[in-house]
């Protein structure tokens, strides 16, 4: 199973790359492992992941101590401030920037520790009650006040979209993601480069890709449903 779906979402992401004429590596996978166990992500990454996701900085520090090096972590969902120095020196990425309050435990924690931290800024487009995220329109001045920190380095964007069928909105959401992006990297501004586009999960990674996304979170479709 693992292996059939590892390599279906890989034909998938191959396969919208060729059609829109993207490079062929421009898509980085990222394995949401939350509630699966240690076993099946090493199995996972015999299978080729070589990027894992948790939303929540326990599961992710347990994991990390369970499997250790060798594979990037991402930490994707809500941080809490203080639980910002579990993880600091650990993480490739963190996806959830959306407050300054944040900003500031990163940036701190990063200098005692002698590095820089990178993030991606969470938007919430949709601007659903239920999920954290920027608005839009917030976005800009939010990342202007970040370039003063010299500890924590923005990377580019995330957001969660709404769970739907709904294609057309979808496609709304990622292309005014994909314009952000756009805009923010034409300013130009020293020291940020808006590298990756994090979007796309299990319902809709293929219109994430086709719409510009080149870093998507799956879970369910790799490893199954979630049992909680
Ligand atoms: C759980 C989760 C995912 C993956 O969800 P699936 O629908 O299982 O692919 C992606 N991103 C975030 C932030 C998540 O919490």
Request: net charge negative; aromatic share 6%.
């Amino acid at each position: 199973m693992l292996r059939e779906n590892i390599e279906r979402i890989n034909e998938d992401i191959k396969n919208i790359l060729i059609k829109t004429g993207r490079n062929e590596d421009d898509v980085t996978l990222v394995a949401v492992t939350k509630t699966v166990d240690v076993a099946t992500i090493e199995e996972a990454i015999g299978l080729g992941i070589t990027d894992i996701g948790e939303n929540r900085v326990q599961e992710l520090r347990e994991k990390i101590e369970a499997i250790g090096e060798g594979v990037n972590y991402h930490l994707i969902g809500h941080l809490q401030t203080n639980k910002v120095k579990y993880i600091i020196d650990k993480v490739k990425l963190i996806h959830s920037l959306d407050r300054l309050s944040l900003v500031k435990e990163l940036d701190k924690r990063a200098r005692q520790r002698q590095l820089v931290i990178d993030t991606l800024v969470q938007v919430n487009v949709a601007e659903e009650e239920s999920k954290f995220g920027l608005k839009v329109e917030e976005v800009l001045p939010f990342i202007e006040e970040v370039l003063k920190y010299e500890n924590i380095r923005i990377r580019g964007l995330m957001t969660i979209a709404p769970y739907t069928d709904d294609e057309a909105l979808l496609r709304k959401i990622f292309r005014t993601m994909y314009k952000l992006k756009e805009d923010i990297s034409k300013r130009k501004y020293e020291n940020l480069t808006m590298d990756y586009l994090s979007m796309g999960m299990t319902n809709d990674y293929k219109i994430a890709i086709e719409e510009g996304s080149n870093m998507i979170r799956v879970g369910s479709a790799i490893f199954g449903a979630r049992k909680y």
